[in-house]
């Protein structure tokens, strides 16, 4: 996962959502959870790509709410995906 500064001075996440499934994936729920350089949470954001292709992957920039700047972000997969 790229985490960086977006347009407005925020910070901003991008993946890539694999499906590895032989059906695609409508609206996803795709959880982002960043943490700072102490492994605490610090804020995220969720996602819900429109579609996930069957086999394939779709790339996401996301904008995260974060209180601090963040170490890292990772992105997890709503039990709904699954």
Do not use: W
């Not at 609206?27 to 700072?36: A, D, K, Q, W, Y």
């Not at 610090?42 to 904008?63: N, R």
């Amino acid at each position: 996962m790229k985490v960086g500064r977006d347009e407005f001075d925020g910070v901003s996440a991008s993946f890539d959502v694999i499906n590895p499934t032989d059906k695609p994936l409508k609206s996803p729920r795709i959880g982002v959870i960043c943490c700072n350089a102490k492994k605490q949470i610090i804020g995220g954001s969720p996602e819900y790509p429109e579609l996930v292709p069957a086999s394939d992957k779709y790339h996401v920039g996301s904008t995260v709410n974060v209180t601090g700047a963040p170490e890292s972000c990772t992105a997890y997969a709503g039990p709904d995906v699954l």
